[in-house]
Structures are given as structure tokens and as C-alpha cells.
């Protein structure tokens, strides 16, 4: 089976989704197989969860060994806000559109929350199932993206695509409104109560991937990401005694040429070669499109034009959001990208989050 894009999500919470599959050149002709005789399955994303820890679940594992697709997300969960079940599980999905959230949204509890559901309209506040703040944060990102003037129920949008632009426009406006929630709270909440977010997005329209690493704080680094580019990602063969075999688990970018057929992007790298892996800055957007990585800089309150002026890890690492081996400013992660590669290459590979893109 090779569908249009997927997702996989390991750990104790996981997903898988299955997309829209091309018609064979043998239908486009008017000719008749059996394997045609299921074609579109439309733009929508097909999701497996399960809160059962993937390193112990067997469905995850016969999905992924025959999943193929060339969009791929995957996220392990350690929940701050929202029970461990499955309505609370990433990746949330409103038609083509796919969300992940790595970190947390600061001040949620005192008054945050109630800004943002008060604020959102009614259609993406009743498409709200579970209690987590990730999830609230994609349905601000449904009605920033609306208020845009885009439908995001759009149907030719959700078969075509949103359009790179459009995206990170509205990721950036996601942004911008939860730090303006935060920058409303009461003076004496916001001194004595510790508001700042963590904010590693990535949304997916199954044609364009936008992730983020963010933090709103002009001090501290945000959540780690990093990417990795190359021709192929495969798995590599290891020395045992006199006999070769393919070592379970142990992957390799590969670059043939200076093309960009596969792009992970991961939370932490997925392989011991570190100079394979560039670290997204704090505070930038990273987007994914036709085989082109872009990365800008998010350019507000939090961000600091001083190239040389060093970031403290301190809040990433006390939250557990950042590798700890002080590579996070130099070459950035939680989160994970990949073109053309199979649900079981990546699942075999992935750390805490990751996805995938072709």
C-alpha cells in the first residue's frame, strides 16, 4: 500500500494516518485491476492511536512494517495538560490538515485557556474532543487561518494544499494571539507565576509541512529541532563476527547528489553522525515544500537580532525538552521529518516526535 502521506506516533500515545493514493497509469487508460479497484481515498488522514507504549505494541508494529508513504508523523506524548487517553492523542486532524505540538502553552491554567476558548468560533471550539492544550492551539490555528479569508474546510484546498504561505502565515498568527493571551493576564500573575510557552508546532497538509521552534522568552532556548537532508535514509548493514546483516534500528542520510529527496526533521537526532543534523534556531519557522527546505526567523518581542548573544537551556532542559549536550545553539529538537521513506524505516528510527514528508 502506498498512500498520498501518513503518520506514525510511537511511544506511550501513537498515530498513524493513511492518505490520499494516485490513480495507476492503467486507470487513468480506462483499464481494470484489482488492486485499482479502491483508488481515492481522499484527502483525509486515516488515524491510528493507542496509548500502549509502541516499543510494546504489535499493531504498530504490522502497520508500520507495511506502511509506504511520503508523509510521516510521529510523536511520543508525556502528558502536562490532559489525561493519558486516546482523544487526547497526537496528531489532531480537521479534513487534510494534521497538527502536532511539542512543549506547552505558559499560564494555561491561569487564565490563558479561557482567552483562547472564549476567542475561537464555535465551529472549531465543538471540534475540540479532548482536554489538551495542543489540541486548543490547533483549533486557534483553524481560526487564525480562517480569519485569514481561507476556509480551512475548503475542498479544493484540502485536495491541492493550502499553499506554503498561507500556512506559515497562519502558524505565525497562532503564535502572535497566545502570546497576546499571555501578555493580558493580570500583572501580578505573570510576575509571580512562571507564563512562558514552549511552542514546537508542525502542521501538515499532506503537500507542505510547517514546523516551529519557539519560546516566548528573549533569554532562553525553545524545545530542540534539528533536520537532516539527503538522497535516501536507510538502514545499515553491521559487522558481527565474519558475517554482515542489517542492524536493527541503525539508520544512515545518505547523499548521492545535492538533491533533497528525503528531510527529517526530529527533536533529537536519529542517528550517533551529528554533522548530519542542523539544528533549527530558537524562534524561527521551518517549512517544507516541493523538496526545498526554508527556515525564517520569527521576528517579534522574543526575538534577539544579536548573533552572538547565548541562550540559556536551563528552562528547555528543566521541562525535558532539549538533547542536554549543549549542541542546541551550534549546528536544533523533538520533532522528526522524512521524504519518500516507510512508516517502518522511520518508526525503527524515531526518537520522541517525528514526521515525515516527500
Not at 256 to 268: P, T
Request: glycine share 8%.
Amino acid at each position: 500500500m502506498t498512500p498520498g502521506f501518513g503518520w506514525i506516533r510511537r511511544g506511550r500515545t501513537m498515530a498513524m494516518a493513511l492518505g490520499k493514493r494516485k490513480k495507476s497509469d492503467a486507470t487513468e487508460r480506462g483499464e481494470w485491476s484489482a488492486q485499482d479497484e479502491v483508488i481515492d481515498l481522499g484527502p483525509e488522514p486515516c488515524i491510528f492511536t493507542s496509548t500502549i507504549p509502541a516499543w510494546n505494541c504489535k499493531n504498530l508494529e504490522r502497520l508500520a512494517s507495511k506502511t509506504v508513504s511520503p508523509l510521516v508523523f510521529a510523536h511520543v506524548r508525556a502528558s502536562t495538560e490532559g489525561a493519558l487517553s486516546d482523544s487526547n492523542c497526537h496528531p489532531f486532524s480537521r479534513g487534510a490538515l494534521m497538527w502536532m505540538h511539542n512543549g506547552g502553552i505558559g499560564g494555561w491554567k491561569l487564565g490563558v485557556k479561557r482567552r483562547l476558548v472564549t476567542d475561537v468560533a464555535d465551529k472549531w471550539f465543538e471540534g475540540v474532543n479532548g482536554n489538551t492544550d495542543s489540541e486548543w492551539a490547533f483549533a486557534l490555528f483553524l481560526d487564525s487561518l480562517e480569519k485569514l479569508g481561507v476556509d480551512p474546510d475548503d475542498e479544493i484546498k484540502q485536495r491541492d494544499g493550502f499553499g506554503h504561505t498561507v500556512l506559515r502565515k497562519a502558524m505565525l498568527r497562532t503564535i502572535e494571539r497566545i502570546n497576546e493571551y499571555r501578555e493580558s493576564l493580570p500583572e501580578e500573575v505573570r510576575q509571580s507565576s512562571d507564563t512562558r510557552s514552549l511552542l514546537n508546532f508542525a502542521v501538515a497538509d499532506g503537500k507542505t509541512v510547517v514546523c516551529t521552534r519557539y519560546v516566548s522568552s528573549k533569554t532562553d532556548e525553545a524545545a530542540s529541532l534539528f533536520f537532516s537532508s539527503g538522497t535516501s535514509w536507510r538502514e545499515q548493514p553491521s559487522t558481527l563476527g565474519s558475517k554482515s546483516k542489517v542492524g536493527k534500528g541503525e539508520y544512515k542520510m545518505e547523499r548521492r547528489d545535492k538533491g533533497a529527496d528525503i528531510v527529517l526533521v526530529a527533536s533529537e537526532p536519529l542517528t550517533f553522525e551529528r554533522d548530519n543534523w542542523v539544528t533549527v534556531p530558537t524562534n524561527s519557522v521551518l517549512t517544507i515544500h516541493n523538496q526545498t527546505v526554508l527556515i525564517h526567523p520569527i521576528l517579534d518581542q522574543y526575538y534577539n537580532h544579536t548573533p552572538s548573544f547565548a541562550r540559556s537551556s536551563r528552562f528547555a532542559a528543566d521541562k525535558g525538552q532539549t538533547t542536554g549536550d549543549g549542541m542546541a545553539e551550534k549546528k536544533s529538537a523533538k520533532a522528526a521529518i522524512a521524504h519518500k521513506s516507510s512508516a517502518d524505516d522511520l518508526a525503527a528510527s524515531v526518537g520522541r516526535v517525528a514526521l515525515a514528508v516527500a
